[in-house]
T-cell receptor
């Protein structure tokens, strides 16, 4: 079983739709959680950190469920420019490393 | 912009040749990382550094070595490149945001080993 698992998609949604991605992690000792966005042939860019209380940044909402060991990302009012791959990333202090999921691909269509 | 550059951005080389990739940062960050990204895998850590001359292995370190003689430069060397090392290589730095340490990536190097 992979340490961080994501549905690779692709998720094809129309503009204006709301879309949600989930990510599960296997190490219960994981401490920090992130969502990164990666455009085709570009570097990953930090979208948002995920805190226990949940956090929101404009149209993006991230939530953490420690009991079930999953993280979610909700995108409201999707834009064409949201088309990208979204990477779920988990940090575990006992390894001191970031573990990356394979990513979920989103395609927003006109 | 985390002030990270990588060179070269693209390289094609032949099996058995040595290759060195360079990561340069301008903001004096202590921690630097080398990852590779391949289809079907997430980013995987090759090596990392926690200071000048202080480095450690990641999960896929075989066939790679690193050096950090200055804070701003972190070099990744493939001593004898193999086709399995064809990949996109990303360098990253770590920044403490107060609540967590966040990593920021350079633009990547596309390496093809023929």
């Amino acid at each position: 079983r992979k340490e961080v698992e994501q549905d690779p998609g692709p998720f094809n949604v129309p503009e204006g739709a709301t879309v949600a991605f989930n990510c599960t992690y296997s190490n219960s000792a994981s401490q920090s959680f992130f969502w990164y966005r990666q455009d085709c042939r570009k570097e990953p860019k930090l979208l948002m950190s995920v805190y226990s209380s949940g956090n929101e940044d404009g149209r993006f909402t991230a939530q953490l469920n420690r009991a079930s060991q999953y993280i979610s990302l909700l995108i409201r009012d999707s834009k064409l420019s949201d088309s990208a791959t979204y990477l779920c990333v988990v940090y575990t202090s006992n390894t001191g490393k970031l573990i990356f999921g394979q990513g979920t691909t989103l395609q927003v269509k006109p | 912009d985390a002030g990270i550059t990588q060179s070269p951005r693209h390289k094609v080389t032949e099996t058995g040749t040595p290759v060195t990739l360079r990561c340069h940062q301008t903001e004096n960050h202590r921690y630097m990382y080398w990852y590779r990204q391949d289809p079907g895998h997430g980013l995987r850590l090759i090596h990392y550094s926690y200071g000048v001359k202080d480095t450690d292995k990641g999960e896929v370190s075989d066939g790679y070595s690193v050096s950090r003689s200055k804070t701003e430069d972190f070099l990744l060397t493939l001593e004898s490149a193999t086709s399995s090392q064809t990949s996109v290589y990303f360098c990253a730095i770590s920044v403490s945001s107060g609540r967590s340490d966040e990593q920021f990536f350079g633009p990547g190097t596309r390496l093809t080993v023929l």
